[in-house]
T-cell receptor, first 119, second 116 residues
Framework: GAVVSQHPSRVICKSGTSVKIECRSLDFQATTMFWYRQFPKQSLMLMATSNEGSKATYEQGVEKDKFLINHASLTLSTLTVTSAHPEDSSFYIC???????????????FGPGTRLTVL | GENVEQHPSTLSVQEGDSAVIKCTYSDSASNYFPWYKQELGKRPQLIIDIRSNVGEKKDQRIAVTLNKTAKHFSLHITETQPEDSAVYFCAFGGSMFSGGYNKLIFGAGTRLAVHP
């Protein structure tokens, strides 16, 4: 149980284009989803928190108009990087939080990540 | 703001030895302390977690201890094996941060290398 998928796993795009990343909880309902960014050999930096049907809460320094988050259902959240630039190149990881049998409702389960390269 | 200090940043041990990673957190209201293992290019995997109502938890070769008074928690891996080599992240959460959601604050990570 507690499987989270993320798509695509890898994307290369040209500067100025937008990229959408999907995060799905496959076998449980995610009351909350989180989006992280991870630079090489560094920790997970929380970008934003989203709850189904409400606006995302962004961390300080994260541009909400740059990183659009939609949490359309209890199993799907999307992150859109708008007008991507080379400095947006990174590893983006989502996590889903919800009640899974035998575990607390606050446990976070991570997706496999999306490696974004902006040329 | 909320933060957690994790030490050491790198740890090298011989197969069969024990490894200990320590974290110190800032928010005394926190009540949830998970540990994640991340292999190169892969997702973080939850390996063990502990809540503030217990002081120690063990799962086979992995144990976590929590000292709420000192705001310390530690990961202990015994009888290490080469497949334990990875980056380990501590985290804390459970208090209601801004926005009222149960987010986690992650440590900087410890790169563990287990040599055969």
């Amino acid at each position: 149980g507690a499987v989270v998928s993320q798509h695509p796993s890898r994307v290369i795009c040209k500067s100025g284009t937008s990229v959408k990343i999907e995060c799905r909880s496959l076998d449980f309902q995610a009351t909350t989803m989180f989006w992280y960014r991870q630079f090489p050999k560094q920790s997970l930096m929380l970008m934003a928190t989203s709850n189904e049907g409400s606006k995302a809460t962004y961390e300080q320094g994260v541009e909400k108009d740059k990183f659009l988050i939609n949490h359309a259902s209890l199993t799907l959240s999307t992150l859109t990087v708008t007008s991507a630039h080379p400095e947006d190149s990174s590893f983006y990881i989502c996590s889903a939080q919800g009640k899974v049998r035998g575990r607390g409702a606050d446990t976070q389960y991570f997706g496999p990540g999306t490696r974004l390269t902006v040329l | 703001g909320e933060n957690v200090e994790q030490h050491p940043s790198t740890l090298s041990v011989q197969e069969g030895d024990s490894a200990v990673i320590k974290c110190t957190y800032s928010d005394s209201a926190s009540n949830y302390f998970p540990w994640y293992k991340q292999e190169l290019g892969k997702r973080p995997q939850l390996i063990i977690d502990i809540r503030s109502n217990v002081g120690e938890k063990k799962d086979q070769r992995i144990a976590v201890t929590l000292n709420k008074t000192a705001k310390h928690f530690s990961l202990h891996i015994t009888e290490t094996q080469p497949e334990d080599s990875a980056v380990y992240f501590c985290a804390f959460g459970g208090s209601m941060f801004s926005g009222g959601y149960n987010k986690l604050i992650f440590g900087a990570g410890t790169r563990l290398a287990v040599h055969p």
